[in-house]
């Protein structure tokens, strides 16, 4: 697992199964910008800059850069 989880198993299934669902309500061609909003909603729950910097580098470990 990418991030140490600090919440139960089956919380963290039920915030997945969640997601999924979103993204599936929302389509391919939205996700992108549904994610932003999710992301940015969260990060203005978090009282340091740092921790989102952090989630966002672990969330890009082994993600292939985008060919320009």
Do not use: C
């Not at 919380?11 to 061609?29: M, P």
């Not at 989102?52 to 060919?67: M, N, S, Y």
Request: aromatic content about 4%.
């Amino acid at each position: 697992m990418l991030i140490e989880a600090k919440i139960p198993s089956h919380i963290l299934e039920a915030n997945w199964e969640s997601l999924a669902q979103a993204l599936n309500t929302v389509g391919s061609e939205k996700a992108s910008v549904f994610l932003t909003k999710v992301v940015l909603m969260l990060a203005a729950k978090l009282d340091r800059p740092e921790t989102l910097r952090d989630f966002l580098d672990v969330a890009l470990q082994d993600i292939e850069p985008q060919q320009k």
